[in-house]
């Protein structure tokens, strides 16, 4: 069964109708491509075809009648309707070179015009705009990747320091009971009975244990990770 062809979806943006059908002709005859053409020549007709949407590409002339294809690049480019190629007429190589700082995947002369060309410019520029489009999400994936390292930056420097606070200050309180029980252990030795003084080691042995945990819990707080440097290692 033979494979069905990818169909691409062109607006072609020329005010020359024998021109525009030059081009028909040659997208056409393509055997790698099935081809959706829309044609514009006016101003009205260029925004109703760019605001139903769904293009896969754009051929613009860049001498167009009410406003330029300069100007119409900037627009597509701004709001990411799809990829552009210009067309050029004899003289405007400048202007296509232009053309290409503004936004535009590439460029067709229409003196050198042929279906090879057209096809291959149109190939090229749509790998180039899956290219463009792969970076940008890239770029926005690591600018998200970046603030939500900035957010857990910031969530772990607020836990050192609630850590830090938490632990010195419960410090203290339970150095405290450690001390005074341990003060009244001595003053009342041989005053207690067996389950008295064992009441009042178990809770010595309490406060000192969580003087312990705080410590080590202030000790955390102040840690940081560092990656260990990459080394050689043998495999087998």
């Known amino acids: 069964m033979e494979k069905a062809k990818p169909i691409l979806k062109i607006l072609i943006c020329d005010d020359?109708?024998?021109?525009?059908?030059?081009?028909r002709t040659y997208l056409r005859s393509s055997s790698e491509w099935g081809f959706v053409l829309l044609e514009a020549g006016r101003k009205a007709e260029i925004h109703d075809a760019l605001d139903k949407g769904g293009i896969d590409l754009i051929l613009m002339d860049i001498l167009m009648p009410e406003?330029?294809?300069?100007?119409?690049?900037?627009?597509?480019?701004?709001?990411?309707?799809?990829?552009?190629?210009?067309?050029?007429?004899?003289g405007s190589e400048e202007i296509a070179v232009q053309s290409i700082h503004e936004g535009a995947i590439g460029y067709i002369p229409k003196d050198h015009l042929t279906g090879d060309r057209i096809v291959g410019t149109i190939k090229a520029a749509l790998e180039?705009?899956?290219r463009k489009q792969m970076e940008a999400e890239i770029k926005r994936l690591m600018e998200e990747l970046e603030e939500t390292n900035q957010k857990l930056e910031r969530s772990n420097?607020?836990?050192q320091d609630f850590a830090y606070i938490a632990s010195h200050d419960l410090r203290e309180p339970m150095r405290k009971i450690s001390a005074f029980g341990q003060l009244l252990q001595e003053s009342l030795k041989g005053k207690l009975d067996e389950d008295e003084q064992e009441n009042l080691a178990f809770m010595i042995d309490g406060a000192n244990r969580m003087?312990?945990?705080?410590?080590?819990?202030?000790t955390y707080s102040r840690v940081t990770t560092k990656a260990k440097p990459a080394k050689r290692v043998e495999l087998n």
């Not at 020359?16 to 081009?23: G, T, Y």
């Not at 406003?67 to 004899?90: D, N, Q, R």
């Open 67 to 90: 406003k330029s294809g300069m100007e119409w690049l900037e627009e597509i480019v701004k709001k990411k309707i799809a990829p552009v190629v210009m067309l050029t007429g004899f």
């Open 128 to 130: 180039a705009w899956k």
């Open 157 to 159: 420097r607020e836990l």
């Open 211 to 218: 003087q312990q945990m705080i410590d080590a819990l202030l």
């Open 16 to 23: 020359d109708p024998a021109f525009r059908k030059l081009v």
